[in-house]
């Protein structure tokens, strides 16, 4: 991600949504939240649920519904998407320069968040698991589509390992496509007990 956040984007209102940004919350220094989904009444009652979290006023977040997602993918240079989304949601030219994507609807055949173009607009995609991305999740339709080739994704390990082979520069687009790797999961799960525990 960029180094200085200005906005964060919450494309879903489902718990892994609120998740997200939750723990968003002990790793980025940002004031400002945008939350879109297709249903306005889930998206009041996960800015009702929000606001009423401890932790969350606790970070002083200010947290807004996104008019359109339009808006959000504009205003946003962190943006998390948690849909189960059949058909892209977000474009390759809604996207500016210095944006940071992580897509984690994509977990299963048929689901699509982002247009394949925009995989092929980014500088730098990440998968949390090259082989599972390339057979569901963003990456298959890219590579599917000829937009990008497997050997261009670099996995999220290795970033992890070497942050320089990640984000070069702050106006570079970089997407991390999540499918869910076990391994990942249980360790993340283990940073978030040691969180709550103190």
């Not at 297709?38 to 401890?54: F, H, I, N, Y």
């Not at 519904?65 to 390759?92: K, Q």
């Not at 500016?96 to 689901?111: C, L």
């Not at 000829?146 to 082979?165: D, H, R, T, W, Y």
Request: glycine share 10%; with cysteine; aromatic share 2%.
């Amino acid at each position: 991600a960029p180094k200085t956040i200005h906005d964060i984007g919450i494309v879903g209102t489902g718990v892994q949504a609120r998740m997200q940004l939750e723990m968003l919350r002990t790793v980025v220094d940002c004031q400002s939240c945008f939350i879109w989904g297709r249903d306005s009444t889930k998206v009041q009652g996960m800015l009702d649920d929000l606001r009423a979290s401890e932790s969350i006023q606790a970070w002083g977040l200010d947290i807004q519904a996104a008019e359109t997602l339009d808006d959000l993918v504009s205003d946003c240079n962190l943006i998390v998407t948690t849909t189960s989304a059949r058909n892209p949601l977000i474009r390759g030219d809604q996207v500016r320069k210095g944006t940071h994507i992580t897509a984690m609807g994509s977990d299963d055949d048929g689901k699509q968040e982002l247009e394949a173009a925009l995989l092929a607009k980014a500088d730098r995609v990440v998968a949390d698991s090259i082989s599972q991305c390339s057979q569901y999740g963003e990456c298959l339709h890219a590579i599917q589509g000829g937009l990008i080739e497997e050997g261009s994704i670099l996995e999220l390990g290795q970033v992890i390992k070497n942050p320089a082979i990640g984000r070069t520069s702050e106006d570079q687009i970089t997407v991390v496509d999540l499918t869910g790797v076990a391994i990942q999961d249980i360790q993340i799960a283990k940073m978030v007990d040691r969180a709550l525990q103190g």
